[in-house]
């Protein structure tokens, strides 16, 4: 399929009020059951937002 940025991505799910399969399909890249209560939901952008939030960060400390 064609690959749309997240900027794109997350435009086109912005006014929806509940989860559907397209948006798990766009946004999940995997969920884990550990148990009843213990889960993780591996994002398709984890990585992108990580680096993002590091680059923030970087940024502040240089400005101080």
Do not use: N, P, W
Not at 15 to 26: C, P, V
Not at 30 to 58: R, T
Request: with cysteine.
């Amino acid at each position: 399929g064609s690959e749309m940025c997240i900027r794109d991505r997350i435009h086109t799910y912005m006014s929806k009020r509940k989860l559907t399969k397209e948006m798990a399909d766009a946004f999940v890249d995997s969920i884990i059951i550990h148990g009843k209560y213990d889960y993780e939901i591996k994002l398709v952008y984890d990585d992108q937002f990580a680096d993002l939030q590091k680059l923030k960060k970087e940024k502040e400390a240089q400005s101080r």
